[in-house]
């Protein structure tokens, strides 16, 4: 199979909404805890990525099998396993082997911290699994929104954090005598989600703004997602305040000086930002506009990391 037909197949264009929380909450790390362990951040990185592949793979795999009418916006060319004559033996296998190494390097990680990781984790590959697997998929679902930004903008943030500082007392568990016992620092994990909202939102909008414009195929092949329910110009409209409610997080958090001064700079985003949402929202269209909410979330985000960056190397 050729390299461009199992990188179609699995997104990987799409990793960015993994490896931007990871590298924030990389970074938030060295800035806050002023702590970096090499060895878990590598293992970290290979078990996401191999597993966001996968959880793709998974989704693509059952929208090919699952897909009532072939006649929404370019199916053919949409769905890999379709375009490129991907046999289903050759797709399964694929999702097998990212699995496989996905779970392989959890445990490490795991092993390699303690029982909080291997906790989440496991929630997180359940999660996974079911937002595109079983008899109603989170995705289809007006969950989808909510669980997306969750886990990809909050649970990653959070690993990427922890596994540097698993040993500092923010979160623990312990299991003696049939006892679960669960100690927390309820501060800092507050913080963490705080930092997370710009990330959350963005990534939640970039689902939503997938089902707005795919409402119309979607109910025909038995989806169900948040815009069926809201309607079009409510969407639209969540759309657009779920981006400015992560600016007032970031200046709620540098004036709690939580994050430093210098991210008052990413402000200047709005600018750009805002302009993005009137176009999506005058034309949502998949094939035309839909960029706008990964270009919004890269945007936002990687402004973010480069302010938090650069305030490390300045502290």
């Known amino acids: 199979m050729m390299l461009r037909a199992f990188f179609q197949y699995v997104e990987i264009r799409t990793k960015v909404a993994s490896v931007i929380p990871f590298t924030l909450g990389t970074l938030y790390t060295l800035y806050r805890y002023e702590s970096f362990s090499l060895k878990n951040f590598i293992i970290m990185f290979i078990s996401l990525i191999t597993f966001d592949m996968a959880t793709t793979a998974i989704n693509n795999y059952c929208d090919y099998r699952k897909a009532h009418a072939n006649g929404g916006y370019n199916y053919e060319v949409k769905n890999a396993i379709e375009k490129y004559n991907i046999k289903k033996s050759t797709a399964l296998a694929i999702i097998f082997i990212l699995l496989t190494i996905a779970t392989i390097f959890g445990v490490f990680l795991a092993l390699n911290t303690n029982l909080v990781v291997l906790f989440v984790g496991a929630i997180c590959f359940i999660a996974g699994i079911l937002y595109t697997f079983g008899p109603i998929p989170i995705s289809r679902m007006p969950l989808g929104e909510i669980f997306s930004g969750i886990f990809m903008g909050f649970i990653i943030t959070f690993l990427s954090i922890y596994i540097h500082v698993y040993d500092a007392g923010i979160l623990s568990l312990t299991y003696n005598n049939d006892i679960l016992g669960i100690t927390m620092n309820i501060r800092e994990i507050l ?105 919004n979330f890269v945007l936002m985000n990687v402004c973010y990391i480069i302010l938090l960056g650069i305030s490390i190397f300045m502290k």
């Open 191 to 295: 913080y963490m989600f705080l930092i997370s909202i710009p990330l959350i939102n963005g990534i939640a909008n970039i689902m939503l703004a997938n089902n707005i414009c795919d409402v119309e195929e979607d109910i025909k092949n038995k989806r169900f997602t948040l815009p069926y329910y809201i309607g079009e110009k409510t969407a639209l409209k969540v759309f657009e305040i779920l981006y400015y409610i992560g600016y007032v997080d970031i200046i709620l958090l540098i004036l709690l000086k939580i994050l430093p001064f210098k991210l008052f700079l990413m402000l200047i985003t709005l600018i750009p930002v805002r302009k993005n949402i009137k176009v999506f929202q005058n034309k949502p269209s998949k094939s035309e506009t839909f960029v706008i909410s990964v270009k």
